[in-house]
């Protein structure tokens, strides 16, 4: 069965600090996808990466980054001088076929 | 870009009422997924279709709980005899890769 673990329930950061959301999945299958999502207080869920299990390369998008490991089974997410519109709650999710799995979230309050 | 719409954003009812809600997908995307989420939780597989065919069911979609995608096209979801239990967000996604998501209805069951 495929469980995604988002141990850090909620952070809070000033503005301009980095931040990590941390990201640990189980899975048996030897391909699967990963994905971000971020659910800012208006409710509506922004897809923000995905990546296939046989792409280790590390990816940067602006102030975002990602770090995907698959030896610790961990997809871990930073953002870069944290700004108020980065609050949100932030879900890791795992698909092996087509449904997603979600962590229970992270919730990120950035302070100005 | 049209992105994924959902009608009803909020629903209030009575328990034992019947409601139903729509989802219009992106244009393009074949694929059409149901999600549910509780308050603090993740949102839960509930059913996919492709095209009209639905292919898989969660063990949450209990038989009250019904979809479905008539032309492949908009999607329905319609819960029978609600039960304060089925209070949540109900959102819909659609893909052809990564699945894009509306902004949901959110129901209440008084």
């Known amino acids: 069965a495929q469980k995604v673990t988002q141990a850090q329930t909620e952070i809070s950061v000033v503005e301009k600090e980095d931040v990590t959301l941390d990201c640990v999945y189980e899975?048996?299958?030897?391909?699967?996808?990963l994905f971000w999502y971020k659910q800012p207080p208006s409710g509506e869920l922004v897809f923000l990466i995905r990546?296939?299990?046989?792409?280790?390369q590390n990816e940067i998008s602006g102030r975002y980054s990602w770090n995907f490991q698959k030896s610790t089974s961990s997809f871990n997410f930073t953002i870069t001088a944290s700004q108020v519109v980065d609050s949100a709650v932030y879900f890791c999710?795992?698909?092996?076929?087509?449904?997603?799995?979600f962590g229970k979230g992270t919730k990120l309050s950035v302070i100005p | 870009d049209t992105g994924v719409s959902q009608n009803p954003r909020h629903k209030i009812t009575k328990r034992g009422q019947n409601v139903t809600f729509r989802c219009d997908p992106i244009?393009?995307?074949?694929?059409l997924y149901w999600y549910r989420q509780t308050l603090g939780q993740g949102p839960e597989f509930l059913t996919y279709?492709?095209?009209?065919?639905?292919?898989?069911k969660s063990r949450l979609l209990s038989d009250r709980f019904s979809a479905e995608r008539p032309k492949g096209s908009f999607s329905t979801l319609e819960i029978q005899r609600t039960e304060q239990g089925d209070s949540a967000m109900y959102l819909c996604?659609?893909?052809?890769?990564?699945?894009?998501f509306g902004p949901g209805t959110r129901l209440t069951v008084l």
């Open positions: 996604a659609s893909s052809l890769g990564p699945q894009y």
């Open positions: 279709f492709q095209n009209e065919a639905q292919l898989e």
């Open positions: 899975t048996r299958d030897t391909t699967y996808y």
């Open positions: 244009s393009e995307h074949n694929r």
């Open positions: 990546r296939n299990s046989f792409d280790e």
């Open positions: 999710a795992l698909s092996e076929s087509y449904q997603l799995t």
